[in-house]
């Protein structure tokens, strides 16, 4: 069973009054521990190609993101995350500073999708850059884990026709 259906498994059984919220972050926080020693495991590859990965402004779930992050360092690529809602300026000034070769803005809830639209079009210049914004197309957790896939696929098309 993928982290996503554990996890919606998880929200479905919290909605439905069979755990509680204390109940629900427990779990959420073991996963992320377990992410993030995860991500600190697959260790920090000295060159490649360099992906920013974070959550739009107001996002904080981020199990989903972090989840991704450690897959794309598991990959080889270089990946720096900068966790939850990291506002507008801020992103605007990570990507100004270490030219990425590509960005990955997450937005786990669709209220989250508006905030990744900002940050990706927001009024600053910034480089032509791949940039994926991880947001759910539907709330089913069939439907939230194909998009992580689709979003996968497309985020690396692109960052292929970089090279």
């Not at 919220?21 to 992320?32: D, T």
């Not at 992906?51 to 991704?68: N, S, W």
């Not at 809602?85 to 992103?91: E, G, I, Y």
């Not at 991880?134 to 985020?155: E, I, K, N, R």
Request: aromatic share 4%; proline share 8%.
């Amino acid at each position: 069973m993928g982290i996503v259906y554990a996890l919606a498994a998880v929200g479905q059984l919290r909605v439905a009054g069979h755990l509680d919220v204390a109940q629900e972050h427990f779990i959420s926080a073991g996963v992320m521990r377990r992410l993030a020693a995860s991500f600190d495991a697959a260790g920090h590859a000295r060159g490649g190609r360099h992906v920013i990965i974070g959550l739009a402004p107001g996002a904080i779930h981020e199990i989903a993101t972090l989840a991704f992050a450690t897959m794309l360092r598991r990959a080889g690529l270089r990946v720096t995350y900068l966790g939850p809602d990291l506002p507008v300026p801020s992103w605007v000034q990570a990507v100004g500073t270490t030219h990425p070769d590509a960005v990955v803005i997450g937005a786990p809830r669709t209220a989250d999708t508006r905030a990744a639209s900002d940050s990706i079009n927001g009024p600053a210049p910034r480089p032509l850059l791949p940039t994926a914004s991880m947001a759910p197309t539907t709330p089913s957790p069939a439907g939230s884990s194909q998009h992580l896939v689709d979003v996968t696929l497309v985020f690396f098309e692109e960052l292929d026709e970089l090279a």
